[in-house]
């Protein structure tokens, strides 16, 4: 049910939970100090509980409220980057929560770069809100995607569609080195240029790997629409009817409607990957093929769009 403003800040505040926008995906938004809420949260996404919520904020006092110990490089990485796609796990004040970080003594924290989320939390005080999706699937970039998911009443505060389509990159400062948990649309690159010192960069955990997960969310599958997606060198003369092509090389390809062509235009990409997922979906292709993507732009949103794909191919 799409709501208005003053609508989602009543709400919150009586404990509801409710889906806003942000400019990376939507988020299921609760009052970061009411556990009923938060367990609410947990229970409309259906997400295992040992997988913590990212803190959104609109100011960084309130990022203070929620945290102790912060570095010179949460303020250094703030100033640069907030509001914005960035992500900060910092040490947690014990006033949060544990419902919040899944028992850790760490929290993450994020100021997303959206006018109405910046005004509904400063309305509202500091909102767990982990990406809009039932878990396991695409996150929500619309909010007609949120209609798929969820039934009419769940409260949806409609900023259209979001502009980034890719959830945060989160940067872990609790480590000896700051450490890349997961890529986004702030690179590696950007980062260890704002910091001024070497940022080790995202890493593929393998499932063999016998060392513990450091974010926690990352060990499930994400972001997998039902029809099968998988990597593609080279696009095939002739087309499957029932898979959908997803291209970005600057060939001159064929104009039918089970081919769509990003021109070299990543960002446009990340937009819309989401979305692709879903309308495959609802469109009853069996397949998804994603023109393999190139390897070696560090300083680009390609590591993340490599990563959600990747994760999509799973099994
Ligand atoms: P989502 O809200 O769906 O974008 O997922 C949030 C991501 O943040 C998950 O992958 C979590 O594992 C990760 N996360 C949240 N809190 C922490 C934390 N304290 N330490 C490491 N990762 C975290
Ligand atoms: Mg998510």
């Given at each position: ?246 291209v970005y090389s600057q060939n001159e390809w ?6 769509i062509s990003y021109k070299g235009n990543f960002s446009i990409l ?21 023109e ?24």
């Amino acid at each position: 049910m799409i709501i208005d403003f003053q609508t989602a800040v009543k709400l919150i505040k009586k404990g509801d939970v409710v889906a806003f926008p942000t400019e990376t995906v939507y988020g299921l938004g609760a009052d970061a100090n009411n556990i009923m809420a938060i367990k609410r949260t947990y229970e409309l996404k259906g997400r295992p509980s040992d997988n913590p919520l990212i803190v959104h904020v609109s100011s960084i006092s309130q990022a203070e409220d929620i945290t102790r110990n912060l570095p010179d490089s949460f303020y250094k990485l703030a100033e640069s980057f907030w509001p914005g796609p960035l992500t900060l796990i910092v040490e947690k004040d014990p006033s949060v929560p544990d419902i919040v970080t899944g028992g850790l003594s760490t929290v993450a924290v994020r100021m997303p770069n959206h006018p109405l989320a910046l005004k509904l939390i400063t309305q509202t005080g500091p909102l767990t809100a982990p990406s809009a999706n039932k878990s396991g699937k695409p996150s929500p970039t619309k909010p007609e995607h949120l209609l798929q998911d969820y039934d009419d009443s769940l409260p949806i505060l409609d900023g259209g569609n979001t502009t980034i389509g890719l959830e945060s990159t989160i940067l872990d400062l609790t480590s000896k080195k700051p450490e890349i948990l997961r890529p986004g649309a702030i690179s590696h690159v950007e980062l260890s240029e704002a910091l001024g010192e070497e940022i080790l960069p995202f890493q593929e955990k393998k499932n063999h790997d016998s060392k513990p997960v450091k974010s926690p969310g990352t060990k499930y599958t994400h972001y997998k629409p039902d029809a099968e997606v998988k990597w593609i060198k080279k696009i095939p003369k002739s087309l499957e009817n029932n898979a959908l092509y997803v291209v970005y090389s600057q060939n001159e390809w064929p104009d039918v409607k089970n081919l769509i062509s990003y021109k070299g235009n990543f960002s446009i990409l990340a937009k819309d990957l989401y979305d692709i997922f879903r309308r495959a979906d609802h469109l009853q292709y069996e397949k998804i093929y994603i023109e393999e993507l190139p390897v070696l732009h560090e300083d680009t949103i390609i590591p993340a769009l490599i990563n959600r794909i990747s994760k999509a191919c799973t099994e």
